[in-house]
């Protein structure tokens, strides 16, 4: 078969030959200069009116534009800061600055919690166990339908509706719930927690190695040096021996009820575990339905395959099912955690002083509404940006190798 | 069709071996499986039967279901008062349903919107049946969207004048979200097809811009740039109202949504299609309309129901900038001095108002993805 060289599919191929572009309408690439110009015209002229009318009606308000209120005394009270906060003092900068810790705050805590939670879900939809099964199913198919916003008005005055302080629902002297909101009580932090937590950093670091040397030995020999009596102990019992070498100091402080209100220990205040909790219920059961639709994506030969090569059903979940299972759940995922933290500007509506809340006020008393929005706007931004590259990464991490 | 005869046998077997075996077999096996699935079914079955007892008690055994009214006709509420707690006062909604489902519409003129929510609902459901899906739905849509209009706002055919000032409740809801996906869809073809035109790189970087950026942000931002941004844009003198513009800023929110869906349907067409397109010479509109769209589309429409039950949900949110949506009349109601307090009834009462509306989508749309689906079902 000399003559295959021959065959056109096989020879290496070639660039078409450049053509120069002809002023005619029966040309592609003339056809796409003018749409692009055309297009690109309109949206251009449509940007240039709006900013036109904006400045005239800027400066028929005599409102100037620019974030030199940035520096001006806010004077907005706010309940809940991270950082030391003055109304009195502070600036709107640093207002908004809380804004931002606090979306920050609810959107970390809230992804913690809606996965745990959503996950548990999602797996009790998979019993085997008719009546759970069944209530998880419940669950989800109610918690969606209904909008987010009416169920944290729901949970806002439910909570407004718990009894005083004094009449609190309580478990033991520890955790109350009123109307006051979440009492419960809080760690003293001393210098050997500090420590303790170092201890824990570096025994993380140590795993770490000895994971990688593990990986290596087994690559090498077929045989994986167990990691688990290393990991107990630089993870657990080096902490524990820091902490018991530096006094084993354990006070807790608890809420105690002091006239018409509890002193000490841990709040959260009704509009922030309003906020909490409904976006913690509200995504979990979009979260159980992505974990579920994962675990079901992997096909039950896996399972079966696994078994007959004599794993144990620990390693089965760890080695097999879940890493082809988080590659179907990560993707979907991560739109979850970007519409948890996007929802949590819903904290508007109950009063929970995020980002939204707090630029409103702004643009509200000073009238820079451009400046507030574009500040909402690039906070979100930022942070949608900043969710999506981590978890692109993580995902690009567990994807499949094909070679 | 000759599937689903075909799956009769096996799915009527299956039903005859459960009956034959018993409740008993069955219960010891999906309930008491082990002695960790029985402590399961022990300790949630105590804990549904303590919640259905308490939910009936107080939602049926102990509710009230009118009040007495005073004079000068306001409601007397001490009965509720008294059985708060144990019974549910279902009064509230009794009293107030025509303002929480019409909002402040003139009174006599209510037959107009309740006939608005049966024009949304039978077009929803037109729009669903399969028979119907063809161009002359087009039709159908632009006649009934337009004689909600005419019912709305009056002025012709010896309707009095309403203005949108005076317009609430649900048919503001069912208006933001089917004016918005009707508007929007058109919008979000275009947005899809130009960030797949690689040919044109400007249109491309325009149409990716413009869907990220919208993504990123809560819908509360652009809402907020409707109610405070939107008035600084338009030149002096010009006012457009605050529901129109609250309706422009679900458009532009939504198109970005279903341009990312629209772009999947597109992304899942094997590109053969469009190639032997080109091959027959076809121009990139005849491509697009006759081959790509009516592929791609209907591949996704699942998704783009269930997309449509987000902004559903979503217009909930124009509570926050003060249109009266069902949700903001229901906060209304609350307001009135003696029905102040019984806020769980209301909520109750509009959940199961937008229950109803989503469940019935999305079991339709989980019905709709297994009918769609057959053909590649083997």
């Known amino acids: 078969m000399a003559d295959t060289t021959a065959d056109p599919r096989l020879a290496a191929p070639r660039a078409a030959p450049r053509r120069r572009m002809r002023l005619s309408w029966a040309d592609p690439v003339f056809r796409a200069v003018v749409w692009q110009v055309l297009i690109v015209g309109v949206v251009v002229a449509i940007a240039w009116y709006l900013i036109r009318n904006t400045n005239e009606n800027l400066a028929a308000r005599h409102i100037a534009t620019g974030f030199g209120f940035l520096g001006r005394v806010a004077g907005i009270p706010i309940g809940e800061s991270l950082i030391p906060y003055n109304p009195a003092s502070d600036t709107y900068g640093t207002a908004l600055l809380i804004g931002v810790l606090n979306t920050l705050d609810i959107a970390i805590i809230g992804i913690i919690l809606a996965t745990i939670l959503g996950t548990l879900i999602g797996i009790g939809r998979l019993s085997k166990n008719w009546l759970l099964a069944k209530l998880t199913g419940f669950y989800v198919e109610t918690l969606r339908d209904i909008p987010l916003l009416l169920q944290l008005l729901f949970w806002y005055t439910v909570l407004q509706g718990m009894p005083g302080p004094k009449q609190a629902w309580h478990l033991g002297d520890a955790a109350f719930l009123s109307n006051r909101g979440l009492k419960l009580p809080r760690l003293e932090w001393q210098t050997a927690h500090t420590w303790a937590l170092v201890a824990f950093v570096a025994g993380l670091i140590v795993t770490w190695f000895c994971t990688r040397r593990a990986h290596e030995r087994q690559d090498a020999t077929g045989v994986r040096p167990a990691v688990w009596p290393v990991a107990v102990g630089v993870l657990v019992v080096l902490p524990l021996i820091v902490w018991a070498a530096l006094g084993a100091p354990f006070t807790l402080e608890l809420p105690a009820l002091r006239g018409f209100n509890f002193q000490g220990g841990l709040t959260l205040a009704p509009e922030y575990f309003a906020l909490l909790l409904g976006l913690v219920t509200y995504t979990a059961s979009y979260i159980a339905e992505i974990v579920r639709s994962g675990i079901q994506a992997v096909p039950l030969g896996q399972w079966e395959a696994s078994r007959a090569l004599g794993l144990s059903s620990g390693a089965i979940l760890r080695r097999i099912v879940l890493p082809q299972a988080l590659r179907v759940i990560v993707p979907p995922m991560t739109s979850q955690y970007l519409n948890l933290t996007k929802n949590s500007s819903l904290a508007v509506a109950i009063g929970y002083q995020d980002v939204v809340s707090i630029a409103n006020t702004t643009l509200n008393q000073t009238g820079q509404a451009i400046e507030g929005i574009a500040y909402i706007m690039a906070v979100f931004l930022i942070i949608s940006l900043s969710i999506s590259l981590f978890m692109n990464w993580y995902n690009a991490r567990i994807a499949l190798v094909e070679r | ?378």
Request: proline content about 5%; charged content about 15%.
């Open chain 2, 1 to 378: 069709m000759s599937e689903a005869t075909l799956h009769i046998p096996t799915a009527a077997r299956t039903q005859t071996a459960i009956a034959s075996l018993g409740p008993v077999a069955w219960a010891r096996a999906n309930l008491l499986g082990s002695w960790w699935s029985t402590a399961v079914t022990l300790l949630l079955g105590y804990i549904i039967l303590r919640v259905i007892v308490g939910v009936v008690e107080w939602g049926l055994i102990h509710a009230i279901w009118t009040v007495p009214y005073s004079a000068n006709g306001i409601a007397d509420t001490s009965v509720c008062q008294a059985a708060k707690g144990t019974g549910a006062c279902w009064a509230v909604l009794v009293d107030k349903y025509r303002l929480i489902l019409f909002g402040r519409y003139p009174y006599a003129e209510q037959w107009r919107p309740a006939i608005v929510v049966l024009l949304f609902v039978g077009l929803y459901i037109v729009s669903g049946l399969r028979r119907f899906w063809r161009k002359e739905l087009l039709l159908v849509w632009i006649v009934v969207l337009a004689a909600i209009g005419v019912l709305m706002w009056g002025g012709v055919f010896g309707l009095s004048e309403v203005t949108e000032d005076n317009w609430g409740g649900l048919p503001i809801t069912l208006i933001l979200a089917t004016f918005g996906a009707a508007f929007s869809f058109p919008l979000a073809v275009l947005v899809a097809l130009g960030r797949r035109a690689t040919k044109l790189p400007a249109v491309k970087i325009l149409c990716v811009l413009y869907v990220e950026i919208i993504r990123g942000v809560p819908l509360i931002a652009v809402l907020f740039m409707a109610s405070v941004m939107f008035p600084l844009f338009m030149p002096a003198g010009v006012n457009v109202d605050k529901l129109l513009r609250a309706q422009i800023a679900f458009i532009l929110f939504a198109g970005a949504y279903l341009a990312e869906v629209v772009r999947g349907g597109l992304q899942a067409l094997p590109p053969g299609q469009a190639e032997a397109a080109d091959a027959l010479g076809l121009s990139y509109w005849q491509k697009t309309g006759f081959i790509i769209l009516p592929q791609a589309l209907r591949l996704v429409i699942p998704p783009l129901v269930n997309t449509f039950i987000g902004f559903f949900k979503d217009t909930s949110l124009v509570l926050i900038i003060g249109i009266f949506d069902l949700l903001t009349m229901g906060k209304v109601a609350l307001s009135d001095p003696p029905w102040q307090g019984f806020s769980t009834e209301v909520y109750l009462g509009l959940a199961a108002v937008y229950i109803a509306f989503c469940f019935a989508m999305s079991k339709y749309s989980r019905g709709l993805e297994r009918d769609l689906n057959r053909s590649r079902a083997r």
